[in-house]
């Protein structure tokens, strides 16, 4: 029979040394207390559970008491002594479990995120985690004030709180660099847009971007890098969004893949900014809340805590220095792609 169908087998030698330490009142040899902890260990490997395993113990001191000479203080003495050191084996062995597993998760992780494993072996581990790579996955990536582990309180928070809401969907939810992350089946829009709400309340404000699903296994990887290029972006561009979509954001790679490009239609469009009183700064602010508000003068001033008169003068000044009126549309796309660009590249205070 198996280890499995035997739990008796894990007491062997017990009723022996019941017998012997109640009748001469010694306690447990240490040969004996190590017998006792090898035999809890591989109780746990075996897949018992350490209730019935004690009540098997107590099973069988009471089938060797009448037996057993000695006083009962001695057998009972003797009887904490060996369920005392198999349940030390056995929860010795369990965290040895709980770290293996652990640890295979964080290989797993590190492999899934970075790309760095056989696509194919990656695929068979990632079924033992939940996921499906043969399908199309979407991962949020939630960047808070701290770092963050995996055993830390928030992640936890915020995946007790995913995990109650929707059970088990094929979710994984992890940490990566002090960050929280969660990998999630492309269709499941749901289930990445309460990550990012918990996320965000559970890091006191933090910023989440969502990558696009992409299929197979090295989707998940393309996914992560796309959240993280947002998280990047959103603080390069100052964006206020709690939560962001690469899908949404999709024009900003496309006009910085050609950097040198980019740098010339700033320098070229803004540079004569340099020469006003106080620097450009001023006036690229102007513009940046000028084209937020939608080319509305009150709501730009407002932004800026100016007059609208004062607005007004500003934007003539942007026109006289650089040529291009920012209320024409013939001028508008140019200067609003060049201060586009001038964020991201993050002029003027960086040289281009």
């Known amino acids: 029979m198996t280890d499995r169908e ?33 035999l809890g260990e591989r109780a746990a490997e075996a897949g018992h559970g350490l209730r019935a395993l004690v009540s098997e113990h107590l099973t069988a001191a009471r089938s060797a008491w009448p037996g057993s000479p000695g006083s009962a203080d001695g057998a009972l003495a003797a009887v904490q002594q060996v369920v005392d050191a198999f349940a030390e084996g056995y929860e010795r062995a369990q ?26 072996r990656l695929a068979e581990r990632a079924e033992r985690f939940g996921l499906r790579l043969s399908h199309a996955h979407a991962v949020a990536v939630a960047q808070g004030p701290a770092a963050y582990d995996e055993g830390d309180p928030v992640p936890r928070q915020v995946e007790r709180e995913v995990i109650s809401r929707f059970g088990d969907r094929r979710v994984l939810l992890t940490t990566k660099d002090g960050r929280l992350l969660c990998i999630a089946p492309g269709h499941q829009d749901e289930v990445l847009a309460y990550f990012a709400k918990q996320a965000h309340a559970a890091t006191d404000g933090g910023r989440v971007a969502v990558g696009r699903p992409r299929p197979g296994p090295g989707g998940v990887v393309h996914s992560y890098e796309e959240a993280l290029n947002t998280l990047e972006l959103a603080e390069r561009l100052a964006l206020d969004d709690p939560v962001l979509h690469a899908a949404d954001l999709l024009v900003y790679p496309v006009l910085t893949r050609d950097r040198q490009a980019m740098a010339d239609l700033v320098a070229g469009t803004l540079g004569p900014l340099t020469t006003a009183r106080g620097g450009a700064q001023p006036l690229l602010d102007t513009l940046t809340a000028y084209f937020d508000s939608g080319c509305v003068a009150a709501g730009a001033a407002r932004r800026l805590s100016l007059s609208v008169r004062a607005l007004t003068y500003r934007l003539e000044r942007i026109h006289k220095l650089t040529g291009a009126d920012p209320a024409d549309p013939a001028h508008r796309y140019m200067l609003q792609t060049a201060v586009i660009g001038a964020r991201l590249l993050d002029w003027p205070a960086n040289d281009l």
Do not use: H, K, M, W
């Open 6 to 38: 035997r739990p008796e087998r894990y007491l062997d030698g017990y009723a022996e040394i019941l017998t012997q330490v109640s009748a001469t009142g010694r306690r447990l040899t240490r040969d004996e207390l190590a017998s006792r902890r090898a």
């Open 95 to 120: 965290l040895l479990a709980v770290r293996q597993e652990e640890a295979a998760r964080r290989e797993f992780i590190d492999d899934l995120l970075y790309g760095r494993s056989d696509l194919g």
